[in-house]
């Protein structure tokens, strides 16, 4: 029984590796963007480093939102202005009556 088990684990490996060697031959060359490391740092300062197709290699991507930030993931609701939109939305609506405060 544990030498079936064993046969079968094994040729199952050996299937998936020879698929995926055939898969890496049949891929087109030249198509396909650069892939390299890059920086990416939280709203709270903290950083990690991972593979990415954005940028050039050794950017930093700082983020706006993110997990710790997210009312999806904190249950905390926070208001984030950007670009001055709840500015623009005041002075154009500023005189119909409704209260801003």
Not at 7 to 19: D, E, I, Q, Y
Not at 22 to 40: A, C, E, S
Not at 44 to 60: E, H, I, L, Q, V
Not at 96 to 101: D, L, Y
Request: hydrophobic share 35%; glycine share 8%.
């Amino acid at each position: 029984m544990l030498i079936e088990i064993f046969f079968r684990v094994m040729l199952s490996k050996a299937c998936v590796s020879w698929v995926q060697a055939k898969m890496r031959l049949n891929v087109k060359q030249g198509i396909h963007p650069d892939y390299h490391d890059i920086t990416v740092v939280m709203t709270d300062g903290s950083s990690f480093k991972t593979k990415s197709t954005w940028g050039n290699p050794g950017d930093t991507m700082r983020l706006d939102i993110d997990s710790k930030s997210h009312p999806a993931w904190t249950g905390v609701r926070q208001f984030v202005d950007s670009g001055g939109r709840l500015a623009k939305f005041k002075g154009k609506y500023q005189n119909f009556g409704i209260r801003t405060s």
